[in-house]
């Protein structure tokens, strides 16, 4: 048997177990430190948040601030800002990035996908033609070919613009 490696991975398997105590959804905006907790832009009833575990750079996260795991929970003005969010994310990345195609949705349940089922939240992520290679299908290794904090520093200057 051949092992492939991946001691960063552990601070993912460690942040599944804190999850538990609490939802990071929740707790990343009642904080101040957004560049440390990659948080990009506040609204007034949804935030925008940079994955920390990326698929690919500048995949983003447009999060209500209410605590819920059901869409039908959500106000018109909170489903009205998401999707603005979204727009405005779009624009961003587009600006920065210069993507050629996106991946938006929701994983509504922890069957569905959602890492985090409690919280829901809509996923931004720019795709590039030939953005997927030999690595994540024979490794299971996503290359991300920038640092969060680089990624952070190009969008939060255009967020703050807008």
């Not at 552990?10 to 177990?17: C, F, G, Q, R, W």
């Not at 953005?131 to 520093?153: C, H, W």
Request: net charge neutral; proline share 4%.
């Amino acid at each position: 048997m051949e092992r492939l490696w991946a001691p960063w991975r552990m601070t993912y398997i460690k942040s599944v177990k804190k999850e538990e105590e609490g939802c990071i959804f929740c707790t990343k905006p009642a904080q101040t430190n957004d560049k440390e907790n990659l948080l990009l832009f506040r609204g007034k009833k949804c935030f925008v948040l940079m994955n920390l575990f990326p698929y690919n750079n500048g995949h983003l996260m447009i999060i209500p601030y209410k605590h819920t795991s059901d869409i039908l929970d959500i106000d018109k003005e909170t489903s009205d800002e998401m999707w603005e969010l979204l727009s405005r994310s779009k624009k961003v990345l587009t600006t920065v990035m210069n993507p050629e195609g996106f991946n938006i949705g929701m994983n509504i349940g922890r069957s569905a996908g959602a890492g985090i089922d409690q919280h829901i939240h809509m996923h931004i992520v720019p795709r590039w033609n030939g953005d997927t290679n030999f690595m994540p299908v024979t490794g299971e290794t996503k290359v991300i070919s920038q640092a969060l904090s680089e990624t952070y520093d190009a969008l939060f200057a255009v967020f703050s613009c807008q």
